[in-house]
């Protein structure tokens, strides 16, 4: 046998053994639970919010959805470069945790607090918070998931790293279903409700992050601490895997955020006009779609092992079709709800595979050009992601003006409901439907990602020996790292 077949043997029963102590994982969890109580907050609750509260027509909040994700977008590739260009004694991502935690959930505090009286500048407020939080969002966010990069190159380990943020993420949306999504139809005052909800989440959301910061590390080596613009340029575009995997995320975040944006709408509406429906609805809708990702993460390392991330992900895209088909053609509660839920375990479990996805391309790149670029190419993995929650998001507030929804009634005309079904079983399938068939031309399978990780690790081990004078010889000893590279600390 060739020592280049046992060298990948080796590497593919590595990925069988993860590194990570369960301390490590569950400080990574936490941070994902502070990202998204200003993201889910806002993607569950925003639109809601301008359209029953501050009294914004669905067209205006759709137009303030689509042009704050476009900017997010952008934004995502600023913090990326801010990303490659930062080393300091906390390493390359976590500072950014320490940072800007803060100034991210008081900015969630603004977009649910609109102290203006003119429709005018409350659409100027909104313009101005949404976007004050989703750049400190970007600025949060994009070092978060290139952190999981950083801390293993193991894939059974970034697998559970993923599932983890999954955990941490459906955390979130309990919580939030749970307190908040019954208050929309029951609260007298749901301004101050939502105000309330945000002072408290700062408090909560700093703990987590602080939680995050003290718990990770970032061990894997990096023979280029601060990446300039033209190699963060060059290793994007050479990254093949990262395209397809941007483009295929983009259309299944289209189709997951039309689920999240009508999701309190058809448990309302839609939904309610079913025998014994009440304000229950909205927190087990938003449990079963959105929320999937607590109870479906934890599978996530088990589906890699069995299926492979590549034909988790295609699975995932159709068992959240065939959710949407259901949801189409059914006509009562019971057949409703567990159609909700077929879309909301494919989402999560869509999510899940994602990220660990994500991380893979790094080493792809890395093996093109010889740079790890974890911020870029984790920016530009998110720039298609916002991309696709504006659209889906905008989606999701044309269709309601569509439809003839009007904010001020309690009770929608029945042509609404029905429009609301449709919108919810037809567009999102549709997306998830092309998300798949991108996807299956996917190239960077669990063997390819072995030979890759060997390619990786022979060529650092001949620059090194080459820079020591000692070509063929062992690494001396002390270091003692899984990549044969000297520990972090002396590097």
């Known amino acids: 046998m060739s020592s280049t077949a046992t060298a990948q043997q080796q590497s593919i029963r590595d990925a069988a053994a993860p590194h990570l102590s369960f301390r490590t994982i569950v400080g990574y969890g936490a941070g994902d639970a502070g ?9 569950l609750f925003l639109l809601i919010f301008y359209t029953d509260v501050v009294g914004i027509s669905p067209v205006h909040a759709g137009s303030i959805f689509l042009f704050v994700k476009i900017w997010d977008a952008f934004a995502d590739i600023f913090a990326g470069r801010m990303v490659d260009r930062t080393m300091t004694r906390w390493g390359k991502f976590r500072p950014f945790l320490l940072w800007y935690s803060v100034p991210l959930l008081a900015a969630n505090l603004l977009c649910f607090w609109i102290p203006v009286d003119s429709y005018n500048m409350k659409l100027v407020w909104a313009v101005v918070s949404y976007a004050l939080m989703g750049l400190l969002y970007s600025m949060v966010n994009i070092p978060f998931g290139s952190l999981a990069g950083a801390m293993s190159q193991n894939p059974v380990d970034r697998s559970r790293l993923a599932s983890t943020r999954m955990v941490g993420s459906g ?26 909800t945000a002072i408290a989440f700062l408090v909560v959301g700093t703990a987590l992050f602080m939680t995050t910061f003290l718990t990770s590390k970032e061990t894997v080596y990096r023979e280029v601490e601060r990446v300039s613009l033209r190699d963060t340029l060059r290793t994007v575009r050479q990254n093949k895997p990262l395209l397809r995997l941007c483009a295929s995320s983009f ?86 709800l567990f159609a909700l839920f077929l ?9 899940t595979m994602t990220w660990a996805l994500e991380a893979d391309t790094v080493e792809y790149g890395e093996l093109q ?123």
């Open 35 to 43: 990202c998204n109580i200003a993201f889910q907050m806002t993607g």
């Open 343 to 351: 879309i909301g375990f494919g989402m999560a479990l869509l999510n």
């Open 171 to 196: 955390a979130t949306i309990l919580l939030l279903s749970l307190v908040l999504a019954p208050q929309i139809k029951a609260a007298e005052d749901l301004a101050t409700t939502f105000l309330i």
């Open 369 to 491: 050009t010889g740079i790890r670029t974890e911020g870029a190419t984790y920016a530009a993995f998110s720039f298609t992601r916002k991309v696709g929650q504006a659209v889906g998001a905008a989606i999701a507030s044309y269709a309601l003006a569509f439809i003839g929804y009007d904010g001020a009634l309690d009770v929608q005309p029945q042509s609404v409901l029905d429009g609301m079904t449709a919108a919810v079983a037809i567009l999102p399938a549709t997306f998830f439907l092309i998300a798949l068939l991108i996807m299956s031309r996917y190239p960077l399978t669990e063997a390819r990602f072995a030979e890759i990780m060997t390619q990786i690790q022979a060529r650092r081990a001949e620059r090194h020996a080459a820079l020591a004078g000692t070509a063929g010889t062992a690494p001396a000893a002390g270091w003692t790292d899984d990549d044969g590279l000297p520990p972090a600390g002396t590097r």
């Open 251 to 336: 259309f299944y975040l289209t189709g997951q955020n039309v689920v999240s944006a009508m999701g309190i709408y058809i448990a309302n509406h839609a939904l309610a006009q079913y025998a014994g429906a009440g304000n229950w609805l909205a927190s087990v809708v938003t449990i079963i779609t959105t929320g999937a990702v607590l109870y479906v993460g934890p599978i996530g390392p088990g589906v890699t092992r069995k299926l492979g991330k590549k034909t988790g992900f295609m699975g995932a895209c159709g068992i959240a079709i065939t959710g949407g088909v259901i949801f189409g053609l059914s006509s009562n509660l019971l057949l409703s």
